[in-house]
């Protein structure tokens, strides 16, 4: 498994393995790697010659009071869990390789980034949509991997690759759960064990919602005030964002007809949670 922290020495790698007709596997992560990200680089092994991974923690996509200072890292932990799948290898560029001097280029996918985290969180989905921008070109992979937890961030990646018609596939895989149906997540490490006791609720709820749509509740009110008051009865649970919106444009619906949505975002003091699960009409 090779470590690559120059752009240049990537392009080099890749070209390499290029000439010798082998498909490019992606799965761009910020590391503190979990089964989440593990899973997505064992599809990408499955289905690539040559499995890349990207460990960059993006600080384009951080707000002025979100955790960039105190995200988790462990680039030593990150490399043996890499290893275990195994991947080809793994781009760890500095900050300044990626955002030299002078950088002023950016990528703004409009109307998917204006709901949900993108509302809660104003410039992530811009500093998300630029390093996957940036990494795509400099990977240039056949296949790019992403969880679906992060439901929102893989629309915005799906829109970008088709308006800048980007010449890879986007792959889309389910989120992994602790055995308590908590989505995995880094910032999972950041919860006290009161709030580790309380944050499964989060799933639950989303469970209950699409059992009561299976049952054929399908006005969207009451199952956001369904998973809202359920959420909100946990112990140390502030909702951020509960929303139920229509596949895959994210409009504002009355009634479930179609695929949609429902999509969580959930603090626990200082821990920001996301999750969510797709009703079917
Ligand atoms: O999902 C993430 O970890 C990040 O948003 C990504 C896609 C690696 C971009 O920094």
Redesign the pocket.
């Given at each position: 498994m090779q470590l690559l922290t120059e752009i240049a020495r990537v392009r080099q790698f890749v070209g390499e393995n290029r000439r010798q007709g082998k498909s490019i596997g992606f799965v761009?992560?910020?590391g503190y790697l979990h089964e989440g990200h593990l899973e997505l680089m064992r599809q990408a092994r499955r289905q690539c010659d040559v499995v890349i991974i990207s460990i960059?923690v993006?600080p384009l996509?951080f707000g002025p009071s979100e955790d960039f200072n105190r995200y988790p890292r462990d680039l030593e932990r990150d490399l043996k869990l890499a290893a275990t799948v195994p991947v080809d290898a793994v781009f760890y560029p500095e900050a300044a390789e990626m955002y030299p001097p002078g950088y002023s280029t950016h990528v703004d996918v409009t109307g998917l980034t204006d709901c949900l985290c993108g509302r809660s969180r104003p410039g992530h989905f811009r500093g998300?949509a630029t390093?996957?921008t940036k990494l795509f070109n400099i990977v240039q992979p056949d296949r790019a991997y992403?969880g679906q937890k992060?439901a929102q961030?893989v629309l915005v990646i799906r829109r970008l690759v088709e308006d800048l018609n980007l010449p890879l596939e986007i792959v889309t895989v389910p989120t992994v759960r602790e055995a308590d149906g908590l989505a995995m997540s880094s910032r999972n490490v950041y919860l006290s064990p009161p709030e580790r006791a309380a944050a499964p609720v989060i799933y639950q709820s989303l469970l209950n919602a699409r059992d009561a749509v299976r049952q054929g509740e399908k006005n969207v009110t009451r199952l956001e005030e369904l998973v809202q008051r359920q959420i909100s009865s946990a112990p140390g649970a502030q909702i951020d964002y509960c929303e139920i919106r229509a596949l895959p444009n994210l409009e504002r619906i009355q009634q479930i007809s179609g695929p949609a949505l429902l999509a969580v975002a959930v603090r626990f003091g200082q821990t920001r949670l996301i999750d969510n699960i797709v009703l079917e009409g």
């Open positions: 761009p992560t910020m960059f993006n996509q998300v390093v996957v992403f992060d961030q």
